[in-house]
């Protein structure tokens, strides 16, 4: 089993910036990818950012690309979410999830692993 332990949230001023970590446990990180989702409330999970085992591929919602970016530090098993120029509308809890495999996918449903989840607040 993979565990998976996000830290960084918290509230931020709309134009202020947040970084989001996530640390994983259990196996070998580097044969996972690994993804970013959020779900703002009374809405569906979406799909954020995602990266391949070595971070030489990434690929991005357009809601948040340009503004955010992710990134993996394999020898500390960590994956992290760099946002800047927050929005109300990135308000959310953001789950950091690894998939069965090394290679990126949007699709949450390819994601077998699931972090509990951080809350990030934006206020205008």
């Known amino acids: 089993q993979l565990q998976l332990l996000e830290s960084g949230g918290g509230s931020v001023q709309a134009g202020g910036s947040m970084r989001l970590s996530c640390v994983v446990s259990?196996?070998?990180?580097?044969?996972?990818?690994m993804g970013w989702f959020r779900q703002a409330p009374g809405k569906e999970r979406e799909f954020v950012a995602t990266?391949?085992?070595?971070?030489?591929?990434?690929i991005y919602s357009d809601s948040v690309k340009g503004r955010f970016t992710i990134s993996r530090d394999n020898a500390k098993s960590t994956v992290y979410l760099q946002m800047n120029s927050l929005q109300p509308e990135d308000t959310a809890v953001y789950y950091c999830?690894?998939?069965?495999?090394?290679?990126?996918?949007?699709?949450?449903?390819?994601?077998?692993?699931w972090g509990q989840g951080t809350q990030v607040t934006v206020s205008s």
């Open positions: 999830a690894a998939p069965g495999s090394r290679y990126v996918s949007r699709d949450s449903n390819q994601y077998s692993y």
């Open positions: 259990g196996r070998t990180f580097i044969n996972y990818a």
């Open positions: 990266i391949n085992w070595s971070g030489s591929s990434t």
